[in-house]
């Protein structure tokens, strides 16, 4: 998805400032003086390291938890859970492993003083994980405008609607949107479509994803037989089913083909008919 891109791009620009920032904290010198010192450059590597190892860190956690809690519909379990996993741990795992890189490079020369642990670098790694911590929510504000722009543009009157389309093409295919440009998507590319800030997401087999220019309640109702609307914000494609768990709810959980993390729920009022149609197919 675009805000993966522009995050991966983004993390080049700031995991190093945040690498320079915490290297010039506590040194008595500016940087630059410290050029010479074959030290300086393995304690900057080590910075530059573990910033990437947070932020990959922070970015897997974000993306695991859009998949499972989202913002609009479950924001205080959201926020708690996000609190913990990108902020508390992530502080956690910053401060072993500079402690671990300080004994293990230095050994005997490095001196743990707890109080300075506590009282400069504790402070100092919440707020470089703060400001990535922020990056990734202004991020998200962005696809979530981008996402909204991409609905507007969907309620206005297209030149080339699809029923102007030929018969055989409309039958097997669905029109995608990049910006004011459309293409055609085919429906069995797609493994399952779900409803994401107002608008219809296509999941391909390939891993990628595309927005649709339909709403969900209509592709429910015109897509074939083998598309099943697993629960009010997601539709599967049948043939790309491979199995399922049952929980003691009720509900279902299923398991696709093709390597997937999307979790993907049958609710409980629709599994029985989920199973019926699955055993017809």
Do not use: C
């Amino acid at each position: 998805m675009k805000k993966t891109i522009y995050l991966d791009r983004l993390k080049y620009i700031v995991v190093p400032i945040q690498a320079l920032v915490f290297l010039q904290v506590g040194r008595p010198l500016p940087l630059w003086d410290y050029l010479g010192q074959r030290d300086f450059y393995f304690d900057l590597i080590f910075a530059l390291l573990i910033g990437y190892i947070v932020w990959t860190y922070i970015q897997y956690s974000y993306q695991l938890l859009d998949r499972r809690l989202s913002w609009g519909t479950h924001f205080t379990r959201r926020l708690a859970y996000q609190s913990l996993l990108s902020g508390f741990l992530t502080i956690f795992l910053l401060l072993a492993l500079y402690v671990g890189y300080m004994e293990l490079y230095y050994g005997d020369n490095f001196r743990l003083e707890k109080s300075l642990i506590f009282q400069v670098d504790l402070l100092l790694a919440a707020l470089l994980i703060l400001i990535q911590n922020l990056v990734f929510v202004v991020a998200t504000l962005f696809n979530k405008y981008q996402m909204a722009s991409v609905r507007e543009s969907l309620e206005q009157p297209m030149e080339a609607p699809e029923a102007s389309l030929p018969s055989s093409l409309a039958s097997s295919k669905l029109l995608v949107a990049n910006g004011s440009r459309y293409t055609l998507l085919d429906r069995d590319e797609m493994q399952f479509i779900r409803l994401q800030n107002g608008v219809s997401v296509a999941y391909l087999k390939d891993g990628t994803s595309s927005v649709l220019n339909t709403p969900l309640n209509s592709l429910d109702e015109t897509l074939p037989d083998y598309f099943f609307r697993v629960n009010r914000t997601t539709i599967v494609n049948l043939r790309e089913v491979k199995g399922f768990e049952a929980e003691k709810s009720g509900k279902l959980i299923l398991r696709l083909h093709s390597d997937n993390a999307e979790e993907i729920i049958v609710s409980q009022n629709r599994s029985v008919d989920f199973k019926n149609r699955l055993v017809t197919l």
